[in-house]
Structures are given as structure tokens and as C-alpha cells.
């Protein structure tokens, strides 16, 4: 009967994925003499942990505070030119290419910078190269994740209810007063969650820290395990650094899982707040709104001028850049597919599992529902360099040709990397759907494939537009594990990026930085437009 | 029957004389450049052995070390061209290289050259390069070097992917000996950025960026023979000038030893010795067929180099040293 098992091809998929990585965690460390895991810890990896720990902790308060600081201005503006545009600017964050960014970013703020020329044009002083080292990394990482967490607060301030607004108005407090005893109350349950989420970004950090660190001071145990590897080929010290990086990833983990209040806020009805601020609040909100969104705004607007006056002709007419763009394309186009199938068979079973368990618990349901959420997750625990460095071990015990290698490691780590977010995107709605149709079907009794294009595919069409979007967008975007393996002949339009800005070609980078970011940011707002699928 | 016979041989024979042999150099991206030695190398090469000689640049020799440690058994790279006396034995340790054979009675190196495995191709010495026009106060010592403007700035390379970055290490090493972390710790607030490569930081030099960085004592001769600029110096330390000698070696698992050891004599040619000077910027290992130009003499007074066992036992630890010394 298919009712009966349908929930087995995605438990065993799961399964097949667990097993997989187990495997390549084992391969990394014990197939190496695991004694070397244990000893050995020199003050290098201390300063190491003690700095990732660091950076991650002011990365993640500063990306707090001023992602409440901008959501709580915007929510009290009632009339705003823009308004939904600069609310989906901040959300396309999450899938801008990072080393787009921080190029954009030395640009405008650099040694040589537009706001460097400015202040020497008119006070004949500059500020000097601030950009490298703790403070860039610093700026990068509160640039995207205060964005994101703007765009979770704003949904936040919005669903507190208009009575208690009211209240703070008859009570008369002030705006402060209010804040603390009215919305902090309401968006304090996202804080814990959202702090670890993003403390997790800045922890697993790589292209930022790899371009803006400038020097082995500023290494994350990323960064540290990619040198280990590619500068001194000192794998023992790689496979130590990356046990670390797993067992810290998975303590925040359980952290973040028994903190996250879901995050996924829908609030349909967009209450307007119906007092008006007096005109000095609305003026501090205005200009706390404006500064950031120039601050936003301008990396992405040098991108575009610098890119527009790099020589396309001569960059179109180089077999590298074809070369790096068809493999991107090549990789994204595999990795989004296979992306689409896994996130749907997970779901499927998933909603399979929940539905079943409502009518008779057996616990291994519950134990197969679990594997299936775990799954999906996988790619917080293993961060794409871990991953990388067990393949890279595979290729070479198993002497598989390093370019196939990098492929399969490419295409995996990308559908990893965007599980979380097409899961949490297909599975809702696939519940859905099976909750309200699966009775009906059953007693027509149409097979699984009729079921599939006329019940599924025609319901799913949104998700699978907007699951597609992010999986593209990440992986044309994505600088890690090529980093691992890129050269001449393995090359991808992000590492062929870092390439050129390596040699400072800086003309052909900002050409090559424009194709991502219209590629990109393309694909994501026509995506919105098309789909107009809750965006987050 | 022998006319057949006879036939299909001369098929076989114009199959492999249409596809010549191809010899894989892997080596730094400087070296490889359209203005560095390799074009002129691989003119005269290919005709001399009916080859094809491949240079595939990375960026950094020792980061050419790294590509083919890991492409493991399956790398194309027949020989690895750009270490130097501070980097060999690290390559030699891993087993991938075997003895060169070639007689080297007449290199001409400021030292009694030893090893088996691999074999010098030109050499020179580091200094600091700066640019006189914008820098009126050169230093003349390492100490010098931490008591510089509030403002200046120098870019140096990773001790663990560039030679010239090893070189400063063990330069630095050779003359604080134990008190090098400290110096390591006092000049880290001078060091705007560290590369992974040469190019990468000579470029930022040129570029402005920063005031002074890492190269040779022969980089300003560039200037002035290629260029016609006089405004690029190099600061002469009264401590010494560490020596570099960069060196070549061949790969065990090369499909082509016989041509590959091929390479290795004519990298003692003068042929060889005629190029590097006005392409790669460093002293040729063998006599040149014409005297070097004025802006070669220009030699340091007191030359710097490290025992070759010592580096090997401890460049492990100097290295950590340096990586400890620098964190903020």
C-alpha cells in the first residue's frame, strides 16, 4: 500500500545523508591517527579559539542591536516612501555574495576609499587604512546580519498588539518607556535565538575574514583550518582544527534549537500604529532609517559605478571568465536540482510521519521524524571547510582525481548549505497539502505520479520558485570550499573574483563583481516578484 | 610483410612526432609572467628538445609545493621550479622529488652548493623596498625599522606560502636569536597587510598602499634598466642582507625524467644565465655571455644565511613563534 509507506524513500534518504557525513567525519578523524586530535594544543589554537570567540561575540551584539535599533524606526513610521522595497533590500542580504560585499565595502570605506577622498578633499586628513584587520570584520558582519535581523524584528514589532500601544499611550510613557516595558517584552523571545543564529554565522565566518583579516592575527578556526591546509599542507593540524569547529558547532546547535521560538512570523494584516510619533521622534527615526540604508546602499552602489566603467569587452573575451562562469553555472543549476528533490522527499516524509503520529504515537516515528529534521540541518554542524577537508581526505586515500573531487564536493556543499532554508520553505505547505487532500485522494484512489503534477506541483509552485532562488543565489555567491580547491583549471566566478583581487586587477574585479551581483540579486527579486512568496 | 611493417612504423613514428613531449613546470606566477623569464626559457627550449614546455603559474613556489602535495599521485607537474635554500628541505622531506643529474663545477654561488635534489637557477639577497620620492628617511637596521614615521606602513608575504616571507623570518631569527618574538611583536603594528605571495605585495607597493615591502636588493635595478625610474631604493641594513638562492627539482612520479633532467642542465647554460637578470631580477647561477649592467653591482656588504638542518628542525617553531607574536 503507498499510503502506508510513504514516508520511507525520505527516511532513507535521511539516513543515506547522515551516513554520509558520518562517514566523512570518521575519514576526517580517525582514518588519521585520532591520538593527534587530542594533544597537542598550542597556544596558536587558544589564541585562535579566543579570538573567533571574540570577534563572533561583538559581531553578533552589535548585529543585535543595531537590527532592533533599525526594525523598531521602521516599524514606527507609519508613511514611508519605499517602505516594502527597503524591507526586501534588507532581506536580499541573506543571499548578497559576501565577497561582493566586502569589495564594495573597501571601495567606499577603504584606504583609499570614497569617504577616505572625501574627508582628505575637504578637511585634507584621512582616516587611514581602518578597513583591514578587527574592524572591517567587524563592519562586514554587522552589515549582513543586522540587516537580517532587522528584517525578523520588524515582523516582531509588528505583531505586538495595537491595545498594548494604546496603553503605553494612556499611561503616557515615553518612547523609552515604552520600549522597555511594551516591545522589549514582545521581541525578547526572538533575541536568544536569533543572538545564537548569528553568533553561528560569525563563529563559521570565511570569505569575510579570509579577504578583510589581512593577516594570520585576525584568523577565524575557518580561515585557520583553509591555511592549514592549502599554505602548509599540515593535515594533522587541519583535522584538529576541524573536530574543534564541529564540536563548538554542535553545542550551539542544541543551544540554538532549545532557544529558537520559530522564527517564521507570518503577520498577514500589517497594523499601521495609529498615533503619531511627535515630529522629533519621526525626525530620529527618519535619520536612523536614512543612515543605514546609506550604509546599506553605497557598497552595492560602487559595485554598480565601478562595474560600469571595467572593460566588459576585454572581461567577456577571456576564456577564464567563461571557464569560472559556466562551472558557476554548471554548479548552481546541479546543486538546485538535486536541492529541490531532497528537499521535497524530507518534507514529504516528514508531514508523512506528523500526520501518522496523530492518530497512533510509535516511537519510531518519532525517532525517523527527528533523523529527518537533523538531516536537514546537517550543514550547521559540518561548515562547507570541515566538509571540504573531508573530501579532499577522500580524494586522496581513495586517490580519486582531485578536479572530480572538487565537483561532487561543490555541488554537495551548496544543496547543503541551502537545506535548511528549502526545508523549512517546502515542509509547511507540503503538510499542508497532505492534511487537506490526502482523505480525498485515498478515496479516489488516483496513483502517486497523477498525485504528484496535479495535487502537489500545482500547490508547491511558490516554494519551488522561492527554493530555487536561494539555492542559486547562495551557490553562485558562495567562497569556501572552493577555496580549497581552486586553481587554474577548478575555478568558479567568486574564486576567479578573489583571484583578481588577490593581484589587484582591480578593473577586471569590479566587472567581474557586477556580472554576480545583477546575476544574483536578478534572480532573487524576479523570483519575489514572480512568486511573491513571503520573503525572509 | 617488411614493407608493412615498415609502414606502420612510420605511422607510429609521425603519431609521436606530431604530439611533442609535454614538460609540466609548475612555479610562482612572477617567474611565469608574460615579462618574467618563462616566455624566453620556453623559446629556446622547445626548440633546442622538440618539446612543449607548460609553465603553470601559482601564487606563491610554495604554494606550487601545496597544488601538487595535493594533487598527490595524479599531478600533471614534472618539475617544481621556485623554492629556495630556506624551503627545499621541507619538499625534500615529503619524498616527491628525486636527484637531478648534472655536474655543477661551474656554478658560481656565493656558496658551496651540496645538495642532490634540487639545483639553483639564481639567487639575490632580500631587502626593503622603498620609494625614495615619498620616503626622505630610509632605515639602515631592523631597529630602525620599528622607529619609523607613525604613519608608515609595510607589506610583507606569509613565512608559510612565500619564500621571501620564510627569508624575512629566518633574517629576522638570524639576527634577534631568541629575542625574535619580541621584535616580531614590536614591528607588528607596522604591517598593514601580509600576502600569500611576492606579486601580491610588490603590487600593493607600487600601488601606494604601503610605503615600504619585502623584495630584493635587485628590484630597483627593474626600475631603473626597464623602466627609467631612479626613485626606487632599497634600504641598506647594516645588519646584513639574508641571501636567497631559489632552486628547481625534479618529480618522481614525471613521465618525461630524461627530458626533465634536460631542463635541469640547461638551467646551467648561459643560454639560461643570459635570461634571468633583466626577466626575473636576480643574479644568475652561471657566467653570463656579457657582463651584468651597473644597476646589479649595487651589493649589500654582509650577507646572511642559515644553516639548511637548523632550518629544517626549527622552522616549525620559528613559525609559530612568529604567528604567536603577531596576534594583536
Redo the contacts between chains.
Keep these: 500500500m503507498l499510503s502506508k509507506n510513504n514516508y520511507i524513500p525520505g527516511v532513507i534518504l535521511s539516513f543515506l545523508l547522515l551516513i554520509f557525513i558520518s562517514f566523512l567525519l570518521y575519514e576526517l578523524f580517525f582514518f588519521q591517527n585520532p591520538k593527534n586530535i587530542f594533544t597537542g594544543y ?3 589554537i587558544s ?1 585562535l579559539l579566543k ?1 573567533t570567540f571574540y570577534q563572533a561575540s561583538i559581531s553578533s551584539f552589535l548585529s543585535l542591536f543595531f537590527g532592533i535599533l533599525i526594525s523598531w524606526s521602521l516599524s514606527h513610521l507609519r508613511y514611508m516612501p519605499f517602505k516594502n522595497m527597503i524591507i526586501s533590500l534588507f532581506s536580499s542580504a541573506l543571499v548578497l555574495p559576501s565577497i561582493v560585499i566586502v569589495l564594495g565595502i573597501i571601495t567606499v570605506f577603504g ?2 576609499g570614497w569617504l577616505n577622498e572625501i574627508f582628505y578633499f575637504v578637511f585634507g586628513k584621512s582616516f ?2 581602518y578597513i ?3 574592524g572591517g570584520i567587524l563592519f562586514a558582519h554587522v552589515y549582513f546580519n543586522a540587516s537580517y535581523a532587522a528584517r525578523v524584528f520588524f515582523d516582531a514589532f509588528k505583531s505586538i498588539p495595537e491595545q498594548r500601544y494604546k496603553l503605553s499611550k494612556n499611561l503616557g510613557l515615553n518612547i523609552f518607556q515604552r520600549f522597555y516595558y511594551i516591545e522589549l517584552p514582545n521581541i525578547k523571545p526572538y533575541i536568544s535565538g536569533l543572538a545564537l543564529t548569528i553568533f553561528l554565522l560569525c563563529f563559521n565566518s570565511f570569505a569575510i575574514v579570509l579577504i578583510l583579516g ?4 585576525y584568523n577565524t578556526i575557518e580561515v585557520a583550518i583553509y ?1 592549514a ?5 599540515d593535515i594533522p593540524l587541519a583535522v584538529k582544527l576541524s573536530f574543534l569547529q564541529v564540536v563548538i558547532s554542535s553545542i550551539l546547535i542544541i543551544f540554538i534549537s532549545r532557544n529558537y521560538t520559530a522564527t517564521n512570523i507570518s503577520i498577514k494584516n500589517d497594523k499601521k500604529i495609529k498615533w503619531l510619533e511627535t515630529k522629533k521622534e519621526l525626525f530620529y527615526h527618519k535619520s536612523i532609517v536614512f543612515i543605514f540604508l546609506t550604509i546599506f546602499i553605497l557598497p552595492l552602489l560602487a559595485i554598480l559605478t565601478d562595474g560600469l566603467n571595467a572593460n566588459f569587452s576585454k572581461l567577456f573575451s577571456e576564456r577564464e571568465f567563461w571557464k569560472a562562469f559556466d562551472m558557476s553555472v554548471i554548479i548552481a543549476t546541479f546543486s538546485s536540482f538535486l536541492l529541490l528533490i531532497v528537499s521535497f522527499v524530507l518534507s514529504f516524509a516528514k508531514a508523512d510521519l506528523v500526520i501518522k503520529s496523530r492518530y497512533a504515537d510509535f516511537y519510531l516515528r518519532i525517532f525517523f521524524e527527528k533523523m529527518i529534521t537533523l538531516s536537514s540541518s546537517v550543514y550547521l554542524i559540518v561548515p562547507s571547510i570541515v566538509l571540504g577537508v573531508g573530501f ?1 581526505l577522500f ?2 586515500n581513495f ?1 580519486c ?2 578536479h572530480f573531487t572538487a565537483v561532487v564536493a561543490l555541488i554537495f556543499a551548496n544543496m547543503l548549505l541551502a537545506l535548511p532554508f528549502a526545508f523549512n520553505t517546502m515542509y509547511p505547505q507540503i503538510f499542508q497539502i497532505k492534511s487537506r487532500y490526502d482523505k480525498n485522494i485515498k478515496t479516489i484512489g488516483i496513483c502517486f505520479f497523477s498525485k504528484f503534477f496535479y495535487i502537489y506541483l500545482p500547490n508547491l509552485k511558490r516554494q519551488i520558485i522561492y527554493t530555487l532562488a536561494i539555492s542559486f543565489s547562495f551557490s553562485l555567491g558562495d567562497l569556501s570550499i572552493i577555496a580549497l580547491f581552486g ?2 583549471d577548478i575555478t568558479t566566478l567568486p574564486w576567479y573574483l578573489y583571484q583578481k583581487m ?3 586587477r582591480t578593473n577586471d574585479a569590479s566587472g567581474i563583481a557586477l556580472v554576480l551581483l545583477v546575476l544574483v540579486l536578478g534572480i532573487f527579486f524576479t523570483t519575489l516578484k514572480a512568486g511573491s512568496v513571503k520573503n525572509r | 610483410m617488411v614493407k608493412a611493417i615498415f609502414t606502420a612504423l612510420f605511422l607510429i613514428s609521425s603519431v609521436f612526432a606530431a604530439k611533442k613531449p609535454v614538460l609540466n613546470i609548475y612555479t610562482y606566477d612572477a617567474f611565469a609572467a608574460s615579462w618574467g623569464p618563462a616566455p624566453k626559457i620556453k623559446k629556446i627550449f622547445d626548440k633546442l628538445y622538440n618539446c612543449n614546455l607548460v609553465f603553470t603559474p601559482v601564487q606563491s613556489s610554495i604554494g606550487a609545493l601545496r597544488k601538487i602535495q595535493l594533487e598527490g599521485k595524479n599531478t600533471k607537474a614534472d618539475i617544481l621550479l621556485g623554492l629556495d635554500t630556506s624551503s627545499m628541505q621541507m619538499a625534500e622531506k615529503t619524498g616527491l622529488f628525486m636527484p637531478y643529474n648534472a655536474d655543477i663545477k661551474n656554478l658560481q654561488l656565493p656558496i658551496k652548493w651540496k645538495d642532490k635534489i634540487f639545483l639553483p637557477f639564481d639567487w639575490g639577497y632580500f631587502a626593503f623596498v622603498y620609494n625614495s620620492k615619498t620616503m626622505k628617511n630610509p632605515p639602515h637596521s631592523f631597529d630602525d625599522l620599528l622607529h619609523l614615521d607613525k604613519n608608515t606602513q609595510i607589506v610583507i608575504e606569509d613565512p608559510r606560502s612565500s619564500t621571501p616571507g620564510l627569508g624575512l623570518l629566518l633574517w629576522v631569527k638570524s639576527i634577534y636569536k631568541n629575542r625574535a618574538k619580541e621584535y616580531w611583536h614590536k614591528l607588528s603594528p607596522k604591517i598593514l597587510t601580509i600576502t600569500k605571495g611576492w606579486s601580491e605585495a610588490y603590487d600593493l607597493f607600487l600601488k601606494g598602499e604601503a610605503d615600504m615591502v619585502l623584495s630584493y636588493t635587485t628590484s630597483p635595478a627593474y626600475h631603473i634598466i626597464a623602466e627609467k625610474k631612479y626613485n626606487y631604493k632599497y634600504a641598506h641594513f647594516k645588519e646584513g642582507h639574508y641571501m636567497q638562492i631559489e632552486v628547481a627539482g625534479i618529480l618522481k612520479s614525471s613521465k618525461h625524467k630524461k627530458l626533465a633532467n634536460d631542463f635541469m642542465n640547461f638551467m646551467l647554460s648561459s643560454k639560461f644565465a643570459d635570461i634571468i637578470p633583466t626577466t626575473n631580477w636576480m643574479y644568475p647561477v652561471v657566467k653570463t655571455s656579457k657582463p651584468l649592467l651597473q644597476p646589479f653591482l649595487d651589493r649589500p656588504k654582509k650577507s646572511i644565511l642559515l644553516n639548511d638542518k637548523d632550518i629544517l628542525k626549527y622552522k616549525k617553531e620559528y613559525i609559530q613563534e612568529w604567528l604567536d607574536a603577531i596576534k594583536k
Excluded at chain 1, 589581512?214 to 592575527?217: I, R, Y
Excluded at chain 1, 591546509?229 to 599542507?233: E, S
Design positions: 598550542s597556544s596558536y589564541n579570538f584606504k583609499h587611514g587604512g583591514y584587520g578587527l589581512g593577516s594570520p592575527a591555511e591546509l592549502k599554505l602548509d599542507f579532499f580524494s586522496q586517490s582525481p582531485l586553481d587554474k588577490g593581484s589587484y
